[in-house]
């Protein structure tokens, strides 16, 4: 049986066995990343907007739906920093503060982002009951200074697929920081959003070539429902 992935941008159907490893429901978890109302919110008051991804609320929703279906854990991840910016501002600053603004220009309300008790942490995606949350990222990596690898191993699981934003910055960040501590990498390329559609490419081309397997949610579901190493 194949199993359709893309490398490169390419599709190509691989040996299912090949990656049997990848594809066990029981010991997987969806690291869905920071699809709060800090990078969604249509306000001109978003202190970090990422237009693209607003789309991917009702899309990503209706993967979890499944995946929890058919036992895969949900994690929802998102960015949380001190009120009294303590993680940031009041310290040394998280660098796209500084950069970032080099490409988009000024960005308004930046100071409110993420901040703790703010409306801006608001996740857009469902939430349920059983469903697991970190929430006190404070840099790019979904991994750093957060207790989500503690959290992954004490629930055994040892392969992420990861849905959110932005591709090229924390989904890439968080794939080489899964890959680094050895787990098995899965990015959902229809569930992802970049800051433009070039660096979206890259940054799947690099998952694809170096971090884990670059996939399209249909396939991964088709995968899980056919059961593992089948």
């Not at 194949?2 to 490893?21: C, I, T």
């Not at 990848?22 to 990078?39: E, K």
């Not at 960015?79 to 600053?93: H, T």
């Amino acid at each position: 049986m194949s199993l359709r992935a893309f490398v490169y941008e390419e599709p190509r159907l691989l040996a299912r066995a090949d990656f049997a490893d990848y594809l066990d429901p029981s010991t997987t978890a969806v690291l869905s990343i920071d699809l709060h109302r800090g990078h969604l919110d249509a306000s001109p008051k978003c202190p970090c907007p990422a237009p693209r991804a607003r789309d991917l609320v009702a899309p990503v929703d209706a993967f979890h739906r499944q995946a929890r279906a058919l036992g895969v854990r949900i994690v929802h991840v998102k960015s949380v920093l001190r009120a009294n910016g303590a993680d940031d501002l009041g310290g040394i600053p998280a660098a796209w503060r500084r950069t970032f603004p080099l490409h988009v220009g000024p960005i308004p309300n930046a100071d409110a982002h993420a901040l703790e008790g703010s409306p801006w942490t608001e996740l857009l995606t469902e939430v349920l009951p059983e469903d697991l949350r970190v929430e006190n990222k404070r840099r790019l990596s979904a991994f750093y200074p957060t207790d989500l690898d503690f959290l992954l191993r004490n629930q055994r699981i040892t392969t992420v697929v990861l849905d959110g934003g932005f591709t090229d910055c924390c989904v890439l960040n968080t794939a080489f920081d899964a890959s680094n501590r050895t787990y098995r990498v899965i990015v959902l390329r229809d569930l992802v959003r970049g800051t433009d559609e070039s660096l979206e490419r890259a940054a799947l081309n690099m998952v694809s070539l170096h971090l884990g397997l670059v996939m399209e949610s249909r396939d991964l579901l088709a995968a899980w429902g056919a059961g593992s190493g089948s």
